[in-house]
Antibody, heavy 119, light 109 residues
Framework: EVQLVESGGGLVKPGGSLRLSCAAPGFTFSAYNMNWVRQAPGRGLEWVSSVRSSSTHIFYADSVKGRFTISRDDAKQSLYLQMNSLRVEDTAVYYC????????????WGRGTLVTVSS | QSALTQPASVSGSPGQSITISCTGTSSDVGGYNYVCWYQQHPGKAPKLMIYDVTNRPSGVSNRFSGSKSGNTASLTISGLQAEDEADYYCSSYTGRNVVFGGGTNLIVL
């Protein structure tokens, strides 16, 4: 089945680190650009980061640049987000999303994993 | 960049048509034909409903349509159904990356 399954969320203290994973079975992962999008509780969607196929280009939102690192392992059909120096305002559900029909159309989403940054 | 501007809520009765607006600038909505619309039911992941302003992915009802005029994009839902009640988000390419709207809560009366 074509799907995206996120894992790795949890409770972390400000300044801490967390690594999110996204498993992507059911389709040729290497052919697609992949993304992380987050949603703070009760708030709207916010794009976080994108990685092109073959990791040729990587993009970050200004709010996470220098603290978060996106990566992919095509052999494992997986996407990752290493989050360092976490802040309270990083608290959100983090979604893994696939790009299709262009560079910024997110056609497949996971169910999300909750990251809570609190002391 | 700032989020795109959407009305906080829109309502309509079953069978009616409604339109949700998404206002940006000439640097995003007005500058590119790369506007998307997503539907999100409570506690669920977003679902792509419209891409590249007017295109519908396979499986999305033709009751959903998109358009754009200047710096404002619009999502129209015709023949409203109870299952359409959800939050709707627009997004646009900005020349560097993508920005989302603040979301619109659609209430089916």
């Amino acid at each position: 089945e074509v799907q995206l399954v996120e894992s790795g969320g949890g409770l972390v203290k400000p300044g801490g680190s967390l690594r999110l994973s996204c498993a992507a079975p059911g389709f040729t992962f290497s052919a697609y650009n992949m993304n992380w999008v987050r949603q703070a509780p009760g708030r709207g969607l916010e794009w976080v980061s994108s990685v092109r196929s073959s990791s040729t280009h990587i993009f970050y939102a200004d709010s996470v640049k220098g603290r978060f690192t996106i990566s992919r392992d095509d052999a494992k059909q997986s996407l990752y987000l290493q989050m360092n120096s976490l802040r309270v305002e990083d608290t959100a559900v983090y979604y893994c999303a696939r790009t299709n029909w262009g560079d910024w159309n997110f056609d497949l989403w996971g169910r999300g994993t909750l990251v809570t940054v609190s002391s | 960049q700032s989020a795109l501007t959407q009305p906080a809520s829109v309502s309509g009765s079953p069978g009616q048509s409604i339109t949700i607006s998404c206002t940006g600038t000439s640097s995003d909505v007005g500058g590119y034909n790369y506007v998307c619309w997503y539907q999100q039911h409570p506690g669920k992941a977003p679902k792509l409903m419209i891409y590249d302003v007017t295109n519908r992915p396979s499986g999305v009802s033709n009751r959903f349509s998109g358009s754009k005029s200047g710096n404002t994009a619009s999502l129209t839902i015709s023949g409203l159904q109870a299952e359409d009640e959800a939050d709707y988000y627009c997004s646009s390419y900005t020349g560097r990356n993508v920005v989302f709207g603040g979301g619109t809560n659609l209430i089916v009366l």
